[in-house]
């Protein structure tokens, strides 16, 4: 089994900051690609931001220079540095990976989600 825990979600007043991190646990190989999504009330999910093992980093346009997504292999982990933020970042974030199981022997690619954290841009 594999989890994805999420924290650093909040409240916030607009033009601040926080950081989000997931962390992969349990039966972990390792971890390809991470990504971050939202959902807003009303919307569908979005892409907000993806890294690769390598480092490589896309981001949906709205974001661009002001989140930065990073990680930590060696811990599984990947976070999102959130700055400038205004009203229309509020949603639930959720954290995405595909993460390559060991058990028994046998690997396997399985793409996991973690269970969201509210993220609220209000004055």
């Known amino acids: 089994q594999v989890q994805l825990v999420e924290s650093g979600g909040g409240l916030v007043q607009p033009g601040g900051s926080l950081r989000l991190s997931c962390a992969a646990s349990?039966?972990?190989?390792?971890?390809?690609?991470m990504n971050w999504y939202r959902q807003a009330p009303g919307k569908q999910r979005e892409l907000v931001a993806a890294?690769?093992?390598?480092?490589?980093?896309t981001y949906t346009d709205s974001v661009k220079g002001r989140f930065t997504v990073s990680r930590d292999n060696g811990k599984n982990t990947v976070y999102l540095q959130m700055n400038s933020l205004n009203p229309e970042d509020t949603a639930v974030y959720y954290c995405?990976?595909?993460?390559?199981?060991?058990?028994?022997?046998?690997?396997?690619?399985?793409?996991?989600w973690g269970q969201g954290t509210q993220v609220t841009v209000s004055s």
């Open positions: 890294i690769n093992r390598g480092g490589e980093t």
């Open positions: 995405n990976a595909d993460v390559v199981v060991s058990t028994r022997g046998i690997t396997g690619l399985i793409n996991y």
């Open positions: 349990g039966s972990v190989f390792s971890v390809s690609d």
